[in-house]
């Protein structure tokens, strides 16, 4: 990716200079998300996102239908994402302690991340993924708006997801 940008602004192509690419570039969204994926990477090996992870276990009973967990698990993620607002930052963050706990409860591993990923990836409560910063930082919405449609969309996602994991898990044999 870099090195496209970079022949961008080879004069060669003139397609753009480099003084046009240093102004045009959001360098505020993009040290956000490096601090952002720092801190996860600090919280993973700290131990906070298996501690995390232990206390979403604690919540959830012992036999439990696959349909509900995943559904806990796409609110315990969004909660997370209001915390640690960046959808890789999260992935990273908890994808680690899930297999090693679905391993235990018998599951495969991937049956979970596949939902536990496409949670991650819609973190649409609040607007610091670089996706919807920029819209949000130029006035193209409101904090209120983005939350409200945000957690609609959320819990819509999550319905869907955990419906259909279990039935695509089984179609593909996994479990």
């Known amino acids: 990716m870099c090195l496209v940008a970079i022949a961008l602004c080879f004069p060669a192509f003139r397609i753009m200079t480099w003084n046009d690419l240093m102004k045009n570039t959001s360098w505020d969204s993009i040290l956000m998300i490096t601090g952002i994926i720092s801190v996860s990477t600090v919280l993973t090996k ?16 012992a036999s439990i239908n696959p349909v509900a967990f995943i559904f806990m698990l796409g609110i315990f993620t969004f909660a997370l994402l209001v915390l640690v ?3 890789s930052a999260v992935t990273a963050l908890v994808i680690s302690p899930f297999i090693v706990i679905v391993t235990g409860m018998g599951l495969n591993p991937i049956s979970i991340i596949v939902p536990l990923t496409f949670f ?5 409560i609040l607007p610091y993924d670089a996706l919807f910063y920029v819209p949000f930082q130029k006035g193209y919405y409101s904090l209120k708006e ?29 479990g």
């Open 46 to 61: 700290s131990g906070v996102s298996a501690w995390l992870a232990d206390r979403f276990v604690d919540l959830v009973p």
């Open 120 to 124: 991650t990836t819609f973190g649409l």
């Open 85 to 87: 607002p960046t959808c």
């Open 146 to 174: 983005f939350a409200v449609t945000g957690v609609v969309c959320d819990i819509v996602i999550v319905a869907v997801i955990s419906l259909w994991s279990p039935i695509a898990s089984k179609l593909l044999g996994l």
